[in-house]
């Protein structure tokens, strides 16, 4: 057994075989060392077996000994012998020489990675020789340990490594990523030399620009007095004429040349579009007003009466010194007061009724510009009050862009489908509107882009919405809300003979005399082809009927005047789409009319009861929603408790479960109103008497049968109205709403207010059979 070898521990280095290394030691009488890598006090389990070479003397009279590396030991047993040093047993572990095709794959792709570390590195030529020279692949990995970027703890699993082949992935894998290091490097130093050089040549570019721009008198001197010229005939108030001015003079000091230079100009780019002190020139004449709004709508009188009354006040008080104009002396409480004077009109009605359109108008009549601004979908609250301009491409909110399309600070913007406003992680627009839609707030504005009070007093608000319920309370506080409840048959075809068959003649090419159409015949596309509380599918039908003249004109078929009939009407729209079916559906008991408000307007309901053998109980369909379901389970408990009264069999309800169905069933229901109708059609079922196909109803029912009032009154009655009804059950506490209805309306039907479940049920129903046989 070989005898054991001085260890020499060496901290923190590893000495891999075919190395030479000096060390100052004392080895004395030694031939043979282990050379063991020691970290933290702690050895390695393999060393390098080193042969003495020759003892060198240090200048200063110090000696050391030179080290050659021969072969990996393994340490065994270790002792200490009689001078105190440490001495183990050693297994000496020369690498093998594989001729596999792998080893020899990696040999090369060792070589290949090595040589584009030194390209990369600019050697000289000496490394590459080095390892040209090296012919075994163990040497090949060992060498690895001259790297001076390994870790110690890389070349240590290098030396612990014994098997040449996965020494050889290790080094292969540590030089992969010297090398990707390396690379990245050379590109992120090229980057740096690219982006010096780029800026060197803008600069020097930009010098000559410079020169160029003197010579031609469009210096920044030049800008920047053109910006000042500008600030001063802008108008602002002081306040803001001097942020504009601060924010030049940073722009002149920077230079042209400064990244944020872009950012400063397009900020007061937008201080100067804003029309600060330009406004349009308002006619405040109220009859004027009328005129031309009633020459552009039909109906709407809440409106144009409200309208007329704005410019009336606007008109008296400017005729007595009660407006003072936004540039007027500031900071006293009744100035500001006396600006808070502006309008804020909410129109809310179903699609087609006309909220729209009717800004237009307002503006004309008014004299004023005008512009929409639709916020059906909008979810960001920078959309209301502008980006901050940290932001890249930030830009001022809507009302900022609505000023500056306007060209003046007191147009009418109209704030389309307000109802729609959405909210998210990105803000709550509705909170932002807050500030805009009050008229004790609006005067100072502020939008984040221009970080500058902006005075909205002066802007006349109208904001329209479908439904009132998805509007935010806050927000629907401020605002003074005017109904859109629809129009009347009546209404329907003086429209349609008055604005939309002249608008759809122009856009289908014809000319009026060429195509004539009677009262009649629109009257019977209304009740027959449109069943909508506005008129935006009545002007589709009647866009279609001319479509199909057209195409007969323009084809030389038909000769002008074409005069439209009934046949080129069903020609052009096909089959009635809609009847009047409430005789059909309550001509067995059991059925109901009831009268509802939907999205798009009023509607009719025909609510279906049935019975059959079962252990009780109640089954509801047609996608009820809560309230709708309890108002039904209410109306079945009414009819128990009060058969007697209401000539019911008590047995009929002994094994007997009931069912309730309100079709349609794809659309969702909800709401109280429906509780007498549902009252009704059980009564009808179990009484044997059917509901008079002339009766419509509405309205909530307790459970000591009091009929509740509810609302929408006005919208149902016009869906009784053109569906055929004739006569309408409505609570008694709706009674004042009977002056809403249109007066040719209340003639046409007979309206009868309601205290009690009794009252509707004998006015509801058929006479019972012995009834009608007495004499």
């Known amino acids: ?55 060198v003397r240090l200048p200063g009279g110090g000696r050391a000994v030179a080290f050659s590396g021969i072969a990996r030991g393994v340490a065994g047993a270790a002792q200490t012998d009689p001078a105190g040093q440490l001495r183990v047993e050693v297994d000496e572990r020369p690498d093998d020489t594989p001729v596999d095709g792998h080893t020899r794959e990696l040999e090369r792709e060792y070589r290949a990675v090595i040589e584009e570390i030194l390209e990369l590195r600019g050697d000289d030529g000496r490394v590459a020789a080095f390892l040209r020279a090296i012919v075994e692949p163990g040497a090949l990995a060992d060498a690895s340990g001259y790297a001076p970027d390994l870790t110690f703890e890389q070349k240590l699993e290098l030396l612990e490594e014994l098997d040449v082949t996965k020494r050889l992935e290790l080094a292969l894998g540590f030089q992969r990523d010297r090398l990707t290091e390396l690379q990245l490097r050379r590109k992120i130093r090229e980057d740096v030399r690219d982006g010096a050089e780029k800026q060197q040549r803008e600069y020097f570019l930009r010098k000559q620009l410079e020169s160029i721009q003197r010579e ?331 479509r199909k003249t057209a195409t007969r004109v323009a084809s030389g078929t038909a000769q002008a005047p074409v005069d439209i009939d009934l046949a080129s009407v069903r020609e052009a729209l096909g089959r009635q789409k809609f009847f009047q079916e409430a005789a059909v559906r309550t001509a067995v008991p059991g059925v109901a009319t009831g009268l509802a408000v939907t999205g798009t307007g009023g509607d009719v309901l025909f609510i279906e009861a049935t019975s059959m053998k079962g252990k009780g109980g109640l089954t509801l369909t047609g996608q009820l929603g809560d309230v709708m379901k309890e108002s039904a389970r209410i109306a079945l408990s009414y009819v128990r408790g009060h058969a007697t009264e209401l000539g019911i069999d008590e047995e009929a309800f002994d094994e007997r479960e009931f069912h309730l169905h309100v079709p349609a069933g794809a659309i969702p229901k909800d709401g109280p109103s429906a509780g007498i109708t549902m009252t009704t059609a059980l009564v009808s079922l179990l009484t044997g008497r059917p509901v008079k196909h002339t009766v419509g109803m509405t309205g909530e029912v307790t459970l000591q049968g009091r009929v509740l009032p509810i609302g929408g009154l006005k919208q149902k009655v016009l869906a009784g109205h053109a569906a055929g009804i004739t006569e309408v059950l409505l609570p008694e506490r709706n009674r004042g709403d009977l002056d809403e209805v249109p007066a040719d309306v209340r003639a046409a039907m007979t309206l009868h207010p309601v205290m009690t479940v009794g009252e509707v049920i004998d006015r509801a129903l058929e006479p019972a059979p012995s009834l009608q046989a007495a004499p």
Do not use: C
Not at 8 to 13: G, Y
Not at 260 to 265: D, N, Q
Not at 340 to 350: D, H, M, N, V
Not at 474 to 497: C, H, N, Q, W
């Open 1 to 55: 057994m070989p005898a054991p070898l001085l260890l020499i521990p060496l901290d923190d280095t590893v000495v891999f075989p075919t190395m030479d290394v000096t060390l100052s030691v004392d080895v004395a009488g030694e031939e043979r060392v282990l050379l063991m890598p020691r970290h933290e006090g702690r050895f390695a389990s393999v060393g390098t077996i080193a042969r003495v070479t020759e003892h």
């Open 216 to 546: 031609l008198g469009e210096d920044s001197e030049s800008v920047g007095q053109e910006y000042r010229d500008k600030i001063e005939a802008a108008g602002m108030p002081d306040a803001i004429r001097d942020q504009a001015l601060k924010e030049l003079s940073r722009l002149e000091r920077m230079g042209e040349q400064s990244g944020e230079a872009g950012t400063i100009r397009s900020y007061l780019d937008w201080l100067i579009a804003i029309p600060w002190n330009k406004r349009s020139e308002e006619r405040l004449d109220p009859a004027h007003a009328r005129a031309v709004l009633d020459a552009d709508h039909a109906g709407l009188e809440d409106v144009k009466d409200r309208i007329t009354e704005y410019l009336a006040v606007k008109k008296l008080r400017a005729e007595r010194g009660l407006d003072v104009p936004s540039d007027g002396p500031e900071g006293t409480r009744t100035t500001i007061a006396r600006k808070r004077s502006g309008a804020i009109l909410t129109l809310i009605g179903p699609p087609g009724t006309g909220k729209t359109s009717i800004g237009e108008s307002i503006a004309r009549a008014t004299g004023r510009e005008f512009i929409r601004i639709s916020l059906g979908g909008v979810r960001d609250e920078a959309e209301i009050r502008g980006h901050r301009r940290t932001y890249v491409g930030a830009l001022p909110g809507r009302l900022v862009r609505a000023l500056r399309d306007a060209g003046s600070i007191n147009p009418v913007i109209m704030l389309d489908e307000v109802d729609k406003v959405g909210a998210d992680w990105r803000g709550d627009p509705s909170s932002a509107l807050l500030e805009v839609l009050d008229p004790a707030q609006n005067h100072s504005f502020r939008d984040h882009y221009l970080d500058v009070e902006v005075d909205l007093s002066e802007v006349m608000f109208i904001a329209t919405a479908n439904v009132a319920e998805t509007i935010p309370g806050p927000l629907l506080d401020r605002m003074e809300v005017i109904s859109f409840d629809g129009y009347t048959v009546a209404e329907k075809v003086a429209i349609a003979r008055d604005y939309l068959w002249p608008r759809q003649l122009e856009r289908n090419g014809l000319r009026s005399e060429e195509v004539e159409v009677s009262d009649d015949l629109l009257r019977l596309i209304v009740d027959e082809y449109t069943r909508e509380a506005g008129v935006r599918n009545l002007e589709r039908e009647i866009g279609t009927v001319l």
